[in-house]
């Protein structure tokens, strides 16, 4: 028989729910998280686990102050979760009447801050799984809110193209890259090497985050490279900033040019 959800709300909501009680119970039975009310101007975060897998998602009280975005986040975990959760399934019937018993998955995402501006709610999703191997996986995914559309873009989105962005970067982007490497491996990069790991990924392979420093236009970019992209899982993770240049600007969409400006 399995074993009963046990439903522990993190929620920072001074609403977050009437009856607590109820929503253990109704996880109980139907085996799926309680809802996360997005109505509020709170932080929301709430963990679920069962003997097969945890499960964990949070977002900031700026995300859940946009209605539209609390709704998109409550969507995008509630697929986390199923996904787990059937994954998780699968690999405990594949074990039945054999010798061993499959190690407990997780998935967990927590959303942040990087930049709030008027328009634009720019966050960025730190991610980790673990489904049994050798080890697990994480990574950094990127979201915009473009308040005036009530859309979800990637940072990438308001740029004509991952090509047009790497243009725009110029030798900034494989310079600063073997630099970390160099510094992270004690070696030299030779510009001759024929290394997987020595080569320089295309940002299409990135994830690129909008950042500020005035609060009111994006003027600096990071352009982060999990495991395996840059390196050996074992080298870690690389993320590399940029102050935004007019060289930046011209790369971007013409819609969103104005959200954007050359740090001084």
């Known amino acids: 028989m399995r074993a009963p959800l046990f439903l522990i709300s993190l929620s920072l909501s001074s609403v977050a729910c009437s009856d607590e009680a109820e929503y253990a119970e109704k996880a109980g039975v139907?085996?799926?998280?309680?809802?996360?009310?997005?109505?509020?101007?709170e932080a929301q975060a709430f963990e679920l686990e069962t003997?097969?897998?945890q499960f964990a998602y949070s977002w900031p009280a700026e995300a859940t102050a946009e209605l539209g975005l609390a709704e998109y986040l409550q969507g995008q975990a509630d697929r986390m979760r199923a996904n787990l959760e059937k994954e998780a399934d699968q690999d405990w019937e594949a074990s039945a009447g054999q010798e061993w018993t499959p190690r407990q998955h997780s998935a967990s995402e927590e959303w942040k801050v990087v930049a709030d501006?008027?328009?634009?709610?720019?966050?960025?999703g730190h991610l980790a799984t673990y489904s049994g191997g050798a080890h697990g996986m994480y990574g950094v995914t990127s979201l915009v809110w473009d308040r005036e559309a009530e859309r979800a873009l990637k940072g990438i989105d308001l740029f004509n193209s991952p090509v047009a962005l790497e243009q725009g970067l110029g030798r900034r982007l494989c310079d600063t890259l073997n630099a970390a490497r160099e510094k992270r491996r004690g070696m030299v990069i030779e510009e001759s090497s024929t290394e997987m790991f020595d080569q320089c990924p295309g940002v299409d392979e990135a994830s690129v985050l909008l950042g500020s420093s005035n609060g009111k236009t994006f003027d600096r970019i990071a352009v982060y490279f999990g495991p395996y992209v840059a390196g050996p899982y074992a080298e870690g993770e690389y993320e590399?900033?940029?102050?935004?240049?007019?060289s930046l600007i011209d790369a971007v969409k013409p819609e969103y040019a104005e959200a954007f400006s050359v740090r001084g």
């Open 240 to 246: 590399l900033d940029f102050d935004v240049t007019a």
């Open 117 to 124: 501006l008027p328009r634009f709610l720019s966050l960025s």
């Open 30 to 41: 139907e085996e799926r998280a309680a809802p996360v009310p997005v109505a509020t101007a």
């Open 51 to 53: 003997d097969r897998f």
